[in-house]
């Protein structure tokens, strides 16, 4: 069964930095366009980054210059690289990706667990 594997959340002081990362676990023929989203209490959930399979990348305005995408695309994985954290940053993060499953089939949309980041003031 094909599943995203988030990792990375924590606590963290206003300033300090953390590192998401999300797997796709299971076999897969391609991962198309990966990315972050994340939802704070009361919010609906927005795009944070995203990054294609031609490395082409998008950001949200509020994290352009703090938040860094990237992706190893031999081992299917996405990272988020967040530095100069605020406390607004604090949501549960969700990994997304686009993931064809078989050379013939179509794409499908995954979603990963979520996992926490507290940014305290």
């Known amino acids: 069964q094909v599943q995203l594997v988030e990792s990375g959340g924590g606590l963290v002081q206003a300033g300090g930095s953390l590192r998401l990362s999300c797997a796709v676990s299971?076999?897969?023929?391609?991962?198309?366009?990966m990315g972050w989203y994340r939802q704070a209490p009361g919010e609906q959930r927005e795009l944070v980054a995203s990054?294609?399979?031609?490395?082409?990348?998008n950001y949200a305005d509020s994290v352009k210059g703090r938040f860094t995408i990237s992706r190893d695309y031999s081992e299917n994985t996405v990272f988020l690289q967040m530095d100069s954290l605020r406390p607004e940053d604090t949501a549960v993060y969700y990994c997304?990706?686009?993931?064809?499953?078989?050379?013939?089939?179509?794409?499908?949309?995954?979603w990963g667990q979520g996992t926490q980041v507290t940014v305290s003031s």
């Open positions: 990054i294609t399979a031609a490395a082409d990348t």
């Open positions: 299971g076999s897969i023929f391609r991962a198309n366009e």
């Open positions: 997304h990706a686009g993931l064809t499953l078989r050379s013939w089939g179509r794409a499908y949309e995954y």
